[in-house]
């Protein structure tokens, strides 16, 4: 079984990622450390994603010598993925982290809880 988690150490690493940012993400009550969290979980996913699509012996798929034989080649899906998901991940950030900045700038805290108290008293 450990010889397993050798050969897979990556993988393991990405779920333990996904995991602290998961706790991150449902323990803490500042907004900061939430945004944080959820991108400790994109990263993970990033590298689980990597790592399922690497195969050892093979070479990127840029085909110079005129063969196409696939077997030669890794997957380039799981590597446009990756990429794919950076760019929207960091999109997310941004966006997140500018909505902080104005509830910050409104409420004069990053606590949800807070925040939320806060909100309730202005419905009232």
């Not at 150490?9 to 500042?30: C, D, R, S």
């Not at 034989?69 to 446009?80: D, F, K, M």
Request: hydrophobic share 50%; charged share 15%.
């Amino acid at each position: 079984m450990l010889a397993q988690l050798w050969d897979n150490y990556l993988e393991v690493v990405a779920m333990i990622l996904f995991g602290i940012g998961f706790a991150n993400l449902l323990l803490h009550k500042n907004l900061i450390k939430k945004i944080i969290g959820l991108n400790i979980m994109d990263t993970a996913v990033y590298l689980f994603l990597a790592s399922m699509g690497y195969i050892e012996s093979r070479i990127a798929p840029i085909a110079t010598n005129g063969d196409l034989n696939a077997e030669l080649y890794v997957n380039p899906i799981p590597s446009g993925l990756v990429l794919t998901g950076i760019v929207v991940s960091v999109s997310v950030s941004a966006l997140m982290l500018a909505l902080t900045v104005r509830l910050y700038q409104r409420y004069h805290t990053l606590d949800i809880d807070e925040i939320t108290t806060l909100v309730r008293k202005e419905h009232e």
